[in-house]
């Protein structure tokens, strides 16, 4: 198998000037009530995680994964695809792509007829976001007894979606912190009245709550004070009210985020 490893240092790209990841503000701060919002209580169809990556442990565990039932990933992947199947203790089979990263069927059949142990689920990914037609792999999943579940970490989730993504597979996994200003999030979606997995999984305390909170003010901190310092005036003048709002704030035996007098 070759390996293709891209090192953008000796592309000479220009410098970032926005974050491509989600940057912190004031406005998406909300206090919960009661552990969750009412909308989330009456959702059976989501479950809530840190990562998505449990997410998909959840999943792969709900389609009998396990020591003799293997898991299609494909070749193409990183390593939070992989962890929960070997959490699982199964077999993970990688199954070939193209080079616009769409899956070769000829080579996905082959391995299916051969595959021992034989698979019970398959991930399939919207690769950088980009929708994927599922139809015809849902079709060979079918045909096959096998679980079709879609992999949207790349792809922007709102609760008002009404289009396809996602809706494909009996399961689907998120990564909302991806693109929200949080510090952290994965939701697992179950699709076409499947059932979400029994969890024993707890809204976390307080003071994890406050420990995420400092956690991305501290990035951002960083992010802020390493910037390209070419930035316009008005750019320059927020910057200096994070730092000076952060100033106030301070760590009180790691655990819980307090204001200084």
Request: hydrophobic fraction near 35%; aromatic fraction near 8%.
């Amino acid at each position: 198998m070759d390996i293709v490893r891209f090192d953008a240092g000796s592309s000479k790209l220009p410098r970032v000037r926005i974050s491509a990841l989600p940057t912190f503000s004031f406005r998406s701060v909300q206090l919960r009530r009661q552990g969750c919002t009412p909308e989330q209580k009456s959702d059976t169809r989501h479950r809530w995680y840190s990562r998505s990556r449990y997410a998909l442990t959840d999943a792969l565990r709900a389609c009998g994964v396990g020591p003799n039932a293997a898991v299609l990933i494909p070749a193409y992947h990183c390593r939070t695809m992989v962890d929960p199947g070997l959490r699982l203790n199964t077999t993970v089979q990688l199954y070939s792509l193209h080079r616009d990263l769409t899956v070769d069927f000829a080579a996905l059949e082959s391995l299916l007829n051969k595959c021992q142990p034989q698979p019970v689920a398959l991930l399939a990914v919207h690769f950088f976001g980009i929708q994927q037609d599922m139809s015809r792999l849902q079709a060979l999943c079918q045909s096959y007894g096998i679980t079709l579940i879609e992999d949207c970490s790349h792809c922007f989730w709102h609760p008002s979606m009404r289009d396809q993504l996602g809706r494909v597979g009996r399961y689907s996994i998120w990564s909302p912190y991806k693109f929200y200003p949080c510090e952290d999030g994965g939701i697992l979606q179950a699709n076409d009245g499947a059932s979400l997995p029994s969890s024993t999984s707890l809204n976390p305390p307080w003071r994890k709550e406050a420990e995420g909170v400092y956690r991305l003010l501290n990035r951002s901190r960083k992010q802020i004070q390493t910037a390209d310092q070419h930035s316009s005036p008005q750019l320059l003048t927020k910057r200096q009210e994070v730092i000076s709002l952060w100033g106030k704030t301070s760590w009180s035996g790691g655990r819980a985020l307090q204001t200084s007098t």
